[in-house]
């Protein structure tokens, strides 16, 4: 969502990349809340930071906790920052209806946008 985001907002002085530390697919829920808020992230896929060696990195922004410890180290001038979200996929496990996760989804989704359009790289 946050790269989704990134190009939607951003793209004049970002160029983003998403990548992890573990690979999970393309979550459908996200799909569908960011469709929701007209951004189309289906073409998007989940991939480990190493598919995208070789790339120097300004920032490397980490948004969960899990990432955040793991992270490795980064050589030269690149600045790691981590903005702490919420993960969407542990607060659906909680519920059993589908639009119930969807505001999941939702709640992350809109706090990622805030975060882009008012924090992103001032």
């Known amino acids: ?10 793209n004049d002085i970002i160029e983003p990349y998403s ?5 999970h697919g393309l979550n459908q829920f996200a799909v569908k809340v960011m469709k929701e808020a007209g951004i189309d992230i289906s073409k998007q896929k989940s991939k480990l930071l190493a598919e995208l060696d070789g790339i120097e990195f300004d920032y490397v922004i980490t948004v969960c906790g899990h990432a955040n410890e793991n992270c490795p180290i980064f050589i030269g001038k690149t600045k790691v920052v981590h903005v ?3 993960d969407p ?21 809109d706090q990622i946008k ?6 992103l790289l001032k």
Do not use: S
């Not at 805030?114 to 924090?119: S, T």
């Open 1 to 10: 969502m946050a790269e989704g985001w990134c190009r939607q907002l951003k």
């Open 19 to 23: 990548a992890g530390i573990e690979t």
């Open 84 to 86: 702490g979200f919420e």
């Open 89 to 109: 996929p542990k607060l659906a496990k909680e519920f059993d209806k589908e639009e119930d996760k969807l505001n999941c989804y939702r709640k992350v989704r």
């Open 114 to 119: 805030i975060y882009i359009e008012g924090q």
